[in-house]
């Protein structure tokens, strides 16, 4: 039901030169520490326990063609990139989610970006990214304009093969034999899907994938076992008509887990988990069928570390970007540990130079 990675994963191994950033640094905390604007709780932890500090992150290093973002991150000169890897450094993650990288096959613009980390003393010498669905053409009018093979007509809203594509960091061994990706899972195959209602031409269901960027369960070496990432990157539920395609896919893509943690799905769930990344869905504000996060974030085998900031909206401190305008602040990142797990901080982390998005962080205690 899914795809294998082409490039599945791959290590370097980086001593570069480069000490780390101090400034905005999200601080390590001890068992019971509690740091100014962080949610920390004291857990009575094992001696044994180390930290282990996951992240997710959208850091608009995406551009119009292929290729683009290599060159801006080799030529080291483009200011939103270096305001993106600042508040990568800042985090200081052990595993670290990238929603919005533009994907190649010979993984070149991860590696650069692997080089830049590893300049300013972030070294991640695992990396995870299998091709996208974004810019993959359906082969049908998908958006109903007349005109065929456009990004709106792929399986993945993408201007070119792999835009906005999905990558996983790490400094930690990634368990590749045992890795998922189920991005290919057809959408009709969703028990209650909302395919039906969204208006698809003729023909075009029984090929059109659920995921619109990726969905992998990919296990991490993380003390004697492994912290299984249950990853992905859903739709906006915007641009589309009254037929609400993207409102309805965003919903279904976040569906997709509950079904996955229920056992109702062809292959079973693994455990320890946690649930990360770009929902593009608020639990009570803008577009899109709000009650489906309310319903995962309230499933009692989930926890919520509510992450938050200093300098996170006042009105709404728990968002995670910022659009402006009628918009406003909307909670569209998270990282959601399995019930059993023992959640010791969690913050975000952003820089407007850098984007829309801010980086979430979360410490688990990993015995």
Same mark, same amino acid.
């Given at each position: 039901?899914?795809?294998?990675?082409?490039?599945?994963?791959?290590?370097?191994?980086?001593?570069?030169?480069?000490?780390?950033?101090?400034?905005?640094?999200?601080?390590?905390?001890?068992?019971?520490?509690?740091? !100014?604007?962080?949610?920390?709780?004291?857990?009575?932890? *094992?001696?044994?326990? &180390?930290?282990?500090?996951?992240?997710? +992150?959208?850091?608009?290093?995406?551009?119009?063609?292929?290729?683009?973002?290599?060159?801006?991150?080799?030529?080291?000169?483009? *200011?939103?990139?270096?305001?993106?890897?600042?508040?990568?450094?800042?985090?200081?993650?052990?595993?670290?989610?990238?929603?919005?990288?533009?994907?190649?096959? =010979?993984?070149?613009?991860?590696?650069?970006?692997?080089? =830049?980390?590893?300049?300013?003393?972030?070294?991640?010498?695992?990396?995870?990214?299998?091709?996208?669905?974004?810019?993959?053409?359906?082969? +049908?009018?998908?958006?109903?304009?007349?005109?065929?093979? &456009? *990004?709106?007509?792929?399986?993945?809203?993408?201007?070119?093969?792999?835009?906005?594509?999905?990558?996983?960091?790490?400094?930690?061994?990634?368990?590749?034999?045992?890795?998922?990706?189920?991005?290919?899972?057809?959408?009709?195959?969703? *028990?209650?899907?909302?395919?039906?209602?969204?208006?698809?031409?003729?023909?075009?269901?029984?090929?059109?994938?659920?995921?619109?960027?990726? +969905?992998?369960?990919?296990?991490?070496? !993380?003390?004697?076992?492994?912290?299984?990432?249950?990853?992905?990157?859903? #739709?906006?539920?915007?641009?589309?008509?009254? &037929?609400?395609?993207?409102?309805?896919?965003?919903?279904?893509? #976040?569906?997709?887990?509950?079904?996955?943690?229920?056992?109702?799905?062809?292959?079973?769930?693994?455990?320890?988990?946690?649930?990360?990344?770009?929902?593009?869905?608020?639990?009570?504000?803008? &577009?899109?069928?709000?009650?489906?996060?309310?319903?995962?974030?309230?499933?009692? =085998?989930?926890?919520?570390?509510?992450?938050?900031?200093?300098?996170?909206?006042?009105?709404?401190?728990?968002?995670?970007?910022?659009?402006?305008?009628?918009?406003?602040?909307?909670?569209?990142?998270?990282?959601?540990?399995?019930?059993?797990?023992?959640?010791?901080?969690?913050?975000?982390?952003?820089?407007?130079?850098?984007?829309?998005?801010?980086?979430?962080?979360?410490?688990?205690?990993?015995?």
């Amino acid at each position: 039901m899914g795809l294998s990675s082409r490039q599945p994963v791959h290590a370097r191994h980086r001593d570069g030169p480069g000490g780390q950033h101090d400034r905005g640094k999200a601080p390590r905390l001890g068992p019971c520490g509690v740091a !100014s604007g962080l949610i920390a709780v004291c857990l009575g932890l *094992p001696a044994a326990a &180390e930290t282990l500090r996951l992240a997710t +992150f959208s850091p608009g290093l995406s551009r119009a063609g292929p290729g683009l973002v290599l060159a801006a991150l080799q030529k080291g000169n483009d *200011p939103q990139i270096a305001a993106a890897v600042a508040v990568i450094v800042a985090a200081q993650a052990d595993v670290l989610l990238l929603t919005d990288l533009d994907w190649d096959y =010979r993984s070149e613009a991860l590696g650069a970006l692997q080089t =830049r980390l590893a300049g300013q003393g972030v070294d991640y010498p695992f990396a995870h990214a299998p091709q996208p669905n974004t810019g993959i053409d359906t082969g +049908f009018d998908i958006d109903g304009n007349g005109h065929l093979s &456009e *990004p709106r007509d792929a399986q993945g809203y993408g201007q070119f093969t792999g835009q906005h594509g999905l990558a996983l960091l790490s400094n930690r061994p990634i368990l590749v034999d045992q890795a998922r990706d189920f991005s290919a899972f057809p959408w009709r195959d969703l *028990p209650g899907s909302q395919l039906p209602q969204a208006q698809l031409p003729p023909g075009a269901e029984g090929g059109q994938r659920l995921a619109t960027t990726a +969905f992998w369960d990919v296990p991490i070496r !993380s003390g004697a076992g492994a912290l299984h990432l249950w990853a992905y990157a859903a #739709t906006p539920p915007v641009f589309d008509g009254p &037929e609400d395609r993207n409102g309805r896919r965003n919903a279904d893509e #976040t569906l997709f887990w509950r079904h996955y943690l229920n056992g109702a799905l062809p292959q079973k769930p693994t455990a320890p988990f946690v649930i990360l990344g770009l929902a593009n869905l608020d639990p009570d504000r803008g &577009e899109g069928q709000r009650a489906v996060m309310r319903q995962l974030l309230a499933d009692p =085998r989930l926890q919520d570390p509510r992450p938050s900031a200093p300098d996170a909206p006042p009105t709404h401190p728990l968002a995670t970007a910022d659009f402006g305008g009628s918009v406003g602040p909307l909670r569209l990142d998270y990282i959601l540990p399995a019930a059993g797990l023992k959640v010791l901080a969690a913050g975000t982390i952003g820089d407007p130079k850098a984007g829309r998005h801010r980086l979430v962080w979360v410490d688990l205690a990993v015995p």
